[in-house]
């Protein structure tokens, strides 16, 4: 159910409405279903409607007329609400509305229960599926009605009656969402031939330039210089930042500005600047040292933020949250053309899932800030990769925010990282297709394949069947091979691949084990000395790390259903 409130000055001119049946098509049998006092006139059960109806109206505005004689009526004094049933509940009859009515206005402190000086008000039935709720704000004892944040304290209410009367439960908010685009920004976005608002498509802009960013003048630099976006700075009058706004420039059309917190919660100045101050410098590269692979570093960071969702400090988890949704904003940046667009959707649905009411400790995800930022400052890489790399990553996290935002209850969050989910995985398809294939190609001697296959066995005998089976298992092969030839322990590198990842909430654990033995292949191989101190060192046996296995099997099911593995050909 939904409820919609607004004020207004001309009780009249409301109960007018609720009970027309001649312009107002949908008002098909407009009628009383409850009241202040029960005993109400009711002009839809009246011989006599405009009589009756005007007769209501002295009543609902007595009080008002008695409080404005002695100057202390307000101004707009009507209270409109209307409740809607979602398309899929059953028709409730008047009985069921009545008792909606009756909690929606105690509850908004229209009316609370027990209270014999509450305010007048009448529910209006003239459809089956909405009820409207009309009263005056002045109490009988000519105080106005307390009805602050009446909006937030009915939505509470209504998510209460949909569990105990079994009718489908809406997806809330907690009010950190971007504003709703208006009707007008709508049909102004449909008649110039784009998909989205231009205060949607602005918001995409400005997160971008947040992702690259490494300071509040660089962000503004990068806005200034995007084709088609008007920046300016705005100055308090001593000369300080206040803040900024930006608008599209849309041809012959006044541009319409936008502040960042019109925007978005968390594009405020204040908010952008937060973020920014915690992003991580990148290390001076000193001659003769290995440079660190920035592509690398991301899928690393990437690849921890489920470990750090399934702690207890929601502050950095928000934060990571915060640092991810970036990484998504840049990918688009990054990635080759036919990728572009299921990563730009990604990236905007995730964006609500970046949110929440609890505060980011945004230095808990420096190293994730920093890796991306560096990632966009050098060529991106040709081979697809690295990108497949990241993508398997970045699934496993918003399957893991999906299930934060569900513990947490937040609704539309966990909405909008199921739809997010949808488009990485398409994009992860795509851009691992090729990269696979090319491994594949390379596959070693049935020998070495067979080698291969027993270490699987013995390192990961519960998913080992799974593995093997797999179309993709010759490419985790040549993999393996590969790293062998640089000197690493193949075995080594499994359970390194497999204690850093879990594999039960993996689609394709085969995909996931190729790209980790990839990544870990690419370190320089242990001296003979370093493996000889290994092989030296007592290893407690191995169990799987309780905190990688979230979310659970049954969660991850809920967003994607697992696929059953087909058959390996040989």
């Given at each position: 159910m939904?409820?919609?409130?607004s004020?207004?000055k001309?009780t009249?001119?409301?109960?007018r409405?609720?009970f027309d049946?001649?312009?107002a098509?949908?008002?098909t049998?407009?009628?009383?279903?409850?009241?202040?006092?029960?005993f109400?006139?009711?002009?839809?059960?009246?011989?006599?409607?405009?009589?009756?109806?005007?007769?209501l109206?002295?009543d609902?505005?007595l009080?008002?007329k008695?409080a404005?004689?002695l100057?202390?009526?307000?101004?707009?004094?009507?209270?409109h609400?209307?409740?809607?049933?979602?398309?899929?509940?059953?028709?409730l009859?008047?009985?069921?509305w009545a008792h909606i009515?009756?909690?929606?206005?105690?509850?908004?402190?229209?009316a609370?229960e027990g209270?014999?000086?509450?305010?007048?008000?009448?529910a209006v039935?003239?459809?089956?599926?909405h009820?409207?709720?009309?009263?005056?704000k002045?109490?009988?004892?000519?105080r106005t009605?307390?009805?602050?944040n009446?909006y937030?304290t009915?939505?509470?209410?209504?998510?209460a009656?949909?569990?105990?009367?079994?009718?489908?439960?809406?997806?809330r908010?907690d009010?950190?969402?971007a504003?709703r685009p208006?009707r007008?920004?709508?049909?102004?976005?449909r008649?110039?031939?784009?998909d989205?608002?231009?205060?949607?498509r602005l918001r995409?802009l400005?997160r971008?330039?947040?992702?690259a960013?490494?300071g509040?003048?660089e962000?503004?630099?990068?806005?200034?210089?995007?084709?088609g976006v008007?920046?300016e700075?705005?100055?308090?009058p001593?000369?300080d930042?206040?803040?900024?706004?930006v608008?599209?420039?849309?041809g012959a059309d006044?541009?319409?500005?936008?502040?960042?917190?019109?925007?978005?919660p968390?594009?405020?100045f204040?908010?952008?600047?937060?973020?920014?101050?915690?992003?991580?410098p990148q290390?001076?590269?000193?001659?003769?040292?290995?440079?660190t692979?920035?592509?690398?570093q991301?899928?690393?960071?990437?690849?921890?933020?489920?470990?750090h969702?399934?702690?207890?400090?929601?502050?950095a988890?928000q934060?990571h949250?915060?640092?991810?949704g970036?990484a998504?904003?840049?990918l688009?940046?990054?990635?080759p053309?036919?990728?572009k667009s299921q990563?730009h959707?990604?990236?905007?649905l995730?964006e609500?899932a970046?949110?929440?009411r609890?505060?980011?400790e945004h230095?808990?995800?420096?190293a994730l800030r920093g890796?991306?930022?560096?990632?966009?400052?050098?060529p991106?890489?040709?081979d697809?990769?690295?990108?497949?790399?990241?993508?398997?990553?970045a699934i496993?996290v918003?399957?893991?925010?999906?299930h934060?935002?569900?513990?947490?209850?937040h609704d539309?969050?966990?909405?909008?990282?199921q739809?997010?989910?949808?488009?990485?995985?398409?994009a992860?398809?795509?851009?691992?297709s090729?990269?696979?294939a090319?491994?594949?190609r390379?596959?070693p001697p049935?020998a070495?394949?067979?080698r291969?296959?027993?270490?699987?066995?013995?390192?990961l005998?519960e998913?080992a069947?799974?593995i093997?089976e797999?179309?993709?298992?010759?490419?985790?092969?040549?993999?393996?091979?590969h790293?062998?030839?640089?000197g690493?322990?193949?075995?080594d590198?499994l359970r390194?691949a497999?204690?850093q990842?879990?594999?039960?909430?993996?689609?394709h654990p085969?995909?996931?084990l190729?790209?980790?033995?990839?990544?870990?292949?690419?370190?320089?191989a242990p001296?003979?000395?370093?493996r000889?101190?290994?092989?030296?060192?007592?290893?407690?046996p191995?169990t799987?790390?309780?905190h990688l296995t979230?979310p659970a099997?049954?969660t991850?099911?809920?967003?994607?259903?697992p696929?059953p593995?087909r058959p390996?050909?040989?």
């Amino acid at each position: 159910m939904i409820a919609k409130i607004s004020g207004g000055k001309d009780t009249g001119g409301l109960i007018r409405y609720l009970f027309d049946t001649t312009r107002a098509k949908s008002h098909t049998d407009p009628h009383l279903v409850a009241s202040w006092d029960g005993f109400a006139p009711d002009p839809g059960r009246a011989d006599d409607i405009d009589a009756t109806r005007k007769l209501l109206v002295e009543d609902l505005d007595l009080h008002v007329k008695q409080a404005r004689r002695l100057g202390r009526a307000p101004e707009r004094h009507v209270w409109h609400c209307s409740v809607r049933a979602a398309p899929e509940d059953r028709i409730l009859d008047d009985e069921e509305w009545a008792h909606i009515a009756r909690r929606i206005v105690a509850a908004t402190g229209i009316a609370p229960e027990g209270d014999p000086d509450g305010c007048r008000w009448v529910a209006v039935r003239h459809a089956p599926d909405h009820i409207h709720i009309a009263a005056t704000k002045v109490r009988a004892d000519l105080r106005t009605a307390r009805h602050w944040n009446d909006y937030l304290t009915a939505d509470r209410e209504l998510a209460a009656i949909e569990k105990e009367h079994g009718l489908f439960q809406v997806v809330r908010g907690d009010r950190t969402a971007a504003k709703r685009p208006t009707r007008a920004e709508q049909e102004k976005a449909r008649r110039a031939g784009h998909d989205k608002t231009a205060p949607e498509r602005l918001r995409a802009l400005v997160r971008t330039a947040v992702a690259a960013a490494t300071g509040m003048e660089e962000f503004i630099q990068f806005l200034s210089h995007t084709e088609g976006v008007l920046a300016e700075v705005v100055y308090f009058p001593s000369g300080d930042v206040r803040g900024y706004k930006v608008a599209l420039a849309d041809g012959a059309d006044a541009p319409i500005w936008y502040s960042g917190s019109k925007l978005a919660p968390d594009l405020s100045f204040p908010k952008i600047q937060e973020r920014l101050t915690s992003t991580a410098p990148q290390p001076t590269i000193q001659p003769g040292v290995r440079r660190t692979n920035p592509w690398h570093q991301a899928t690393a960071a990437t690849e921890r933020i489920p470990h750090h969702l399934a702690q207890d400090d929601d502050h950095a988890s928000q934060a990571h949250l915060a640092a991810f949704g970036e990484a998504l904003d840049a990918l688009p940046l990054l990635a080759p053309h036919p990728l572009k667009s299921q990563l730009h959707e990604a990236a905007f649905l995730f964006e609500r899932a970046t949110r929440s009411r609890i505060h980011a400790e945004h230095h808990r995800a420096r190293a994730l800030r920093g890796a991306v930022r560096a990632m966009l400052r050098e060529p991106a890489p040709q081979d697809g990769t690295t990108l497949a790399m990241l993508l398997d990553a970045a699934i496993l996290v918003v399957i893991a925010a999906s299930h934060w935002h569900q513990l947490r209850h937040h609704d539309q969050q966990v909405a909008a990282a199921q739809r997010a989910l949808l488009h990485l995985q398409t994009a992860y398809e795509q851009a691992a297709s090729a990269p696979l294939a090319a491994l594949a190609r390379n596959r070693p001697p049935a020998a070495t394949a067979d080698r291969h296959i027993r270490r699987l066995h013995a390192t990961l005998p519960e998913h080992a069947e799974q593995i093997i089976e797999d179309p993709a298992f010759d490419a985790l092969s040549a993999a393996l091979a590969h790293a062998e030839a640089a000197g690493h322990n193949p075995d080594d590198l499994l359970r390194q691949a497999t204690d850093q990842r879990a594999l039960h909430d993996a689609r394709h654990p085969v995909r996931v084990l190729t790209w980790r033995v990839q990544r870990l292949s690419e370190r320089p191989a242990p001296s003979a000395r370093a493996r000889a101190a290994q092989a030296r060192s007592t290893v407690a046996p191995r169990t799987a790390p309780q905190h990688l296995t979230t979310p659970a099997p049954e969660t991850t099911a809920a967003i994607t259903a697992p696929q059953p593995p087909r058959p390996r050909q040989r």
